[in-house]
């Protein structure tokens, strides 16, 4: 197990295309999170899962924006009708949630996408 | 809402040097965690250190140790003995714990640049 993949590592499409990334997070790690960061700025939480259930959802994430984690493993993140502000990194990260609060966080390396 | 602030863009340190990277951020909460990541060329965020609000002892790892102020909400990170592997964006994060409702993702700040010349 090599950590946190993602899938492709750039991007490049035009306004209106609609674009899907891939994470595979750490096995057996039951949360996974979908972060953007704009050029400057550090990351932006935009939505997170355990195991299948979407429990939380950023106002960043637009209704174009949609994520799932069908069986609980690997979540794709699609984009419909891109915008040029849409243009960011996009990172991914697991983790696993026992019982207690001391939860650490392993990122990947990051889709990054520009919008023409 | 919860704030992170950092308020240099970029720091450079001479190696074998010692750097302290600034961090202030804001809260109403009194139970939280506080994060230094590191993000190289390569992109990938790695944690350098965490610290539990709960905690008045300042964390520690190797090189690396933290300023813990609760009551002034600041969070410096000291680089001590710097290498030119410690090149790289430096993210001051904030995150509440999992009760209360609140799922805990982590607010970063704009980060800090930090160069180590030879």
């Known amino acids: 197990d090599t950590g946190v993949s993602q899938d492709p590592r750039h991007k490049i499409t035009k306004r209106g295309q609609n674009v899907t990334f891939r994470c595979d997070p750490i096995s057996e790690h039951n949360r996974l999170y979908w972060y953007r960061q704009t050029l400057g700025q550090g990351p932006e939480f935009l939505t997170y899962?355990?195991?299948?259930?979407?429990?939380?959802k950023s106002r960043l994430l637009s209704d174009r924006f949609s994520a799932e984690r069908p069986k609980g493993s690997f979540s794709t993140l699609e984009i419909q009708r891109t915008e040029q502000g849409d243009s960011a990194m996009y990172l991914c990260?697991?983790?696993?949630?026992?019982?207690?609060?001391?939860?650490?966080?392993?990122f990947g390396s990051g889709t990054q996408l520009s919008v023409l | 809402a919860q704030t992170v602030t950092q308020s240099q863009p970029e720091m450079s340190v001479q190696e074998a040097e010692t750097v302290t990277l600034s961090c202030t951020y804001d809260?109403?909460?009194?139970?939280?965690?506080l994060f230094w990541y590191k993000q190289p060329p390569s992109r990938q965020m790695i944690l350098v250190i965490r610290?539990?609000?709960?905690?008045?002892q300042n964390a520690t790892e190797n090189r690396f140790s933290v300023n813990f102020q609760k009551a002034a909400k600041s969070f410096s990170l000291k680089i001590s003995d710097s290498q030119l592997g410690d090149a790289a964006m430096y993210f001051c994060?904030?995150?509440?714990?999992?009760?209360?409702?609140?799922?805990?993702?982590?607010?970063f700040g704009k980060g800090t640049k930090l160069s180590v010349k030879p």
């Open positions: 610290q539990e609000a709960y905690k008045q």
């Open positions: 990260a697991s983790s696993h949630r026992g019982g207690s609060t001391n939860e650490k966080l392993f």
């Open positions: 994060a904030y995150r509440t714990p999992y009760y209360g409702g609140s799922q805990g993702n982590l607010i």
């Open positions: 809260t109403s909460e009194s139970d939280y965690y």
């Open positions: 899962f355990q195991n299948e259930a979407q429990l939380e």
